[in-house]
């Protein structure tokens, strides 16, 4: 195993003991899909920074395999925002966004994989998608909480210093070519923890399931009722449902 796998799996066994606990506060729920399937639900708080639903469906007589496949989606998700984080001082991201100029961030290879993943989708989008905003998001962010405008030089700025030619990926981890360059995964960390929760579920012999993040979910497998899960879209212009989505497996 590489340093970065041991380090990331470190990670995960110290919020283990976070996620036995805040089993305790589930609202987990049964329910039996035509005397034959069960589903059980859970709403785990405090998942980067908003609300986090998951679904297990079951096999007949399997009841035991739901808390494992829903324990283990919650501390997958934990394990991603703990090391991914740009709010948490303590994530490796945030480690990277204080580096020096030319010092070596050494990173796990979940942070690595979804970098390299960024850089992709940078390349694809025509630099559409593009994870190096990060000086420009705290701009913005600042703007905010000040409830002042940037001024032009202070975008230029900004901008001069969100550029993909001021990373350098490697193996084990990142370089910065300019000390003021910062990373924000805000925009593929959440879809990636999802994916990985999702996978944690199957392992655990959930027959289908859910796990949505503040409106970003996936769904697979065996739907609580019916054929099709249902999504709801909700209304942009005040209460209620703007539409609903039926869908066999997937994310929306």
């Known amino acids: 195993m590489s340093r970065s796998r041991q380090r990331f799996a470190a990670v995960a066994a110290v919020i283990a003991v976070a996620v036995l606990v805040a089993i305790g506060m589930w609202q987990t729920r049964g329910e039996r899909r035509g005397g034959e399937y ?53 994530s490796e991201i945030s480690r990277f966004n204080r580096a020096g100029t030319g010092q070596e961030i050494r990173l796990s290879s979940a ?31 600042r703007a905010g909480q000040l409830g002042v405008l940037p001024g032009d030089e202070e975008l230029d700025n900004a ?37 990985l929760a999702v996978e944690a579920m199957r392992r655990e012999g959930a027959a289908g399931g859910m796990v949505d993040i503040g409106g970003d979910l996936r769904v697979f497998g065996i739907p609580p009722s019916g054929r099709l899960w249902h999504v709801d879209v909700r209304s942009p212009f005040g209460a209620g449902r703007l539409a609903r989505i039926g869908i066999a497996s997937g994310a929306v």
């Open 159 to 195: 901008r001069a210093r969100s550029s993909w030619e001021l990373i350098e990926l490697r193996p084990e981890g990142a370089v910065k070519k300019e000390a003021g360059a910062e990373v924000d995964l805000g925009g593929i960390a959440k879809g990636y923890a999802i994916d």
């Open 111 to 141: 942070s690595v994989e979804v970098l390299e993943k960024a850089y992709a989708a940078y390349l694809t989008t025509d630099g559409t998608f593009d994870i190096t905003v990060g000086p420009l998001i705290r701009l913005w962010r």
């Open 38 to 90: 069960l589903t059980f639900t859970a709403a785990p708080q405090g998942i980067m920074g908003t609300s986090c639903h998951l679904s297990a469906v079951v096999p007949p007589n399997s009841e035991q395999l739901a808390r494992p496949a829903l324990t283990e989606a919650e501390q997958v998700l934990r394990g991603v925002e703990v090391v991914m984080s740009s709010w948490l001082e303590s």
